[in-house]
């Protein structure tokens, strides 16, 4: 089994992570709010060079068949910070869509250890879309 040390830097990255959520949420929200996104964004993607640091981010995001993410998300962020930022939010989902789709999998085998959330995903109803993705995890 592999072991997750949580140092400083990891725990900072996954705040600056949740607050790019936040930001990008409270952007949405509020129309669609240039600031607010372009803020989330810087602080999303820091979080995640923090988190998982700087050489795993240059090598994730520049893999051959992670372009076509990488490019969509890095055009809509430049099309939410000129001030267009409805047609960039929809280019940067598609390209968050694109580049994490692989983590879908750990993200459901993490999700089923949560002890609330756990037992609800533990029903028939929820267990069978999540054995779909049990044994297919994605190193990080």
């Not at 962020?77 to 750990?106: D, H, K, Q, R």
Request: proline share 4%.
């Amino acid at each position: 089994m592999v072991s997750f040390e949580m140092n400083d830097r990891k725990k900072i990255g996954l705040g600056l992570t949740g607050f790019g959520i936040f930001f990008s949420f409270l952007g949405i929200i509020f129309l669609f709010d240039k600031g607010l996104l372009a803020m989330g964004n810087i602080l999303f993607f820091s979080g995640v060079t923090l988190t998982i640091g700087l050489k795993s981010t240059m090598q994730f995001f520049m893999k051959r068949q992670n372009f076509k993410g990488t490019i969509s998300f890095g055009a809509g962020f430049f099309f939410v910070v000129i001030g267009w930022p409805i047609f960039g939010m929809i280019l940067e989902a598609y390209g968050f869509i694109v580049l994490f789709s692989g983590f879908w999998p750990t993200l459901a085998v993490f999700m089923q250890k949560i002890p609330i959330l756990g037992w609800i995903l533990q029903q028939p109803l929820f267990r069978s879309f999540f054995d779909r993705y049990r044994g297919k995890r994605v190193p990080v």
